[in-house]
Nanobody, 115 residues
Framework: QVQLVESGGGLVQTGGSLRLSCATS????????RGWHRQAPGKQRELVAV???????NYGDSVKGRFTISRDNAKNMVYLQMNSLKPEDTAVYYCNFAGSGYNVWGQGTQVTVSS
């Protein structure tokens, strides 16, 4: 069974940067959408950024202009570059791959932004 493993989270000060990575533990075919979502304590999980197999990207309104999603198709990896971080970006960040008939999630990585 394919698993997704996120890395790169941690503690950073306001205005700082982090780069999240998501790797697959096995072989996965037919990925249509790769994305990042996040969930803060007491809040619903929300979209951060997605990228399609055609390279089309979409971002949540709160991160536009600050975060950038990218992918490495050969390695089946997806990245999230986060700049100008704010305390409200504090959350667990989840990687997600979706294709025909499947929707796989990682376990999440904690990002904490101190004020």
């Amino acid at each position: 069974q394919v698993q997704l493993v996120e890395s790169g989270g941690g503690l950073v000060q306001t205005g700082g940067s982090l780069r999240l990575s998501c790797a697959t533990s096995g072989t996965i075919f037919g990925i249509r959408v790769r994305g990042w979502h996040r969930q803060a304590p007491g809040k619903q999980r929300e979209l951060v950024a997605v990228i399609t197999d055609a390279g089309i990207t979409n971002y949540g309104d709160s991160v536009k202009g600050r975060f950038t999603i990218s992918r490495d198709n050969a390695k089946n990896m997806v990245y999230l570059q986060m700049n100008s971080l704010k305390p409200e970006d504090t959350a667990v960040y989840y990687c997600n791959f979706a294709g025909s008939g499947y929707n796989v999630w990682g376990q999440g990585t904690q990002v904490t932004v101190s004020s």
